[in-house]
């Protein structure tokens, strides 16, 4: 039988990979394999192009450029991770995917939403998450959290900080961006209210599993 795939999306500090650990426990006590990933990343591939895309001087891309470099690294987690897992009976979970491009490189820096689609179904083929939970928590209460998790060095030039650092606008955007895939979606994304503690949280990721 094959898997699931699933995915937890949000902006920063949303609580995202504290759920995707307890889902990886709830799941691993009911007898599931499991595998937790992450994105950009997952692969050693894909975790070079993570360096150049989420660290303070990993570069300045431009916008398509950007886009490309998120897609190529997720084309390789998709083929030599995610969909040999799900075939194999496992469940994957993921935190982020596509829906954090539509997000953070569409509503967020304005690229194109046409055009990131168009190179979604290309490198991508049609592939998606089974399930999708987006933690949902206003701009300034996920940056406090993210903060105080991610205390920023000044001149730590490998700090990954290259996306906390924008304005809080830009974080609005992205937050209405996600809101705007949860309604478009609805039978894919669980839209969830990440203010709430993180085990009230996982009780509704719980029921919803
Ligand atoms: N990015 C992009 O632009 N385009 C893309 O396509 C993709 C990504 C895939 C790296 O992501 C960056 O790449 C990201 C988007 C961009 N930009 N940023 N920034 P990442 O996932 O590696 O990093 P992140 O999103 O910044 O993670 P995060 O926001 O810092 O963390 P989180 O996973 O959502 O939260 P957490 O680590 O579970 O919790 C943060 C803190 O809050 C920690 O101290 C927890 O103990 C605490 N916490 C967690 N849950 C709660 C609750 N419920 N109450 C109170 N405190 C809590």
Redesign the pocket.
Known sequence: MAGKFIT?E???????????RLIKSYFEESGFDVVLT????GVPEAEKI?NL??QRDGGNWTPMA?CLL?FAA?QMHVETLIKPAVAEGKIVIC????D??V???GY?HGFDLDTIRQIEALTLGGFSPDLTFL?DIPVKD?IG??L???NSAPGDENK?????RLDVSFHERLRQGFLDLAKKNPERIRVVD????????FGEICAAL
Do not use: C, I, M
Request: cysteine-free; proline content about 2%.
């Open positions: 937890l949000g902006g920063e500090g949303a609580g995202k990979t504290t759920q995707a992450r994105e950009p990343g993570r895309l989420v950007e998120f997720r935190d982020r995917f596509t954090s491009t997000a953070y490189q967020g933690l996920g959290r993210s105080k998790h991610n990954e900080d290259r996306f906390e990440a203010r709430q503690s993180a085990e009230l949280v």
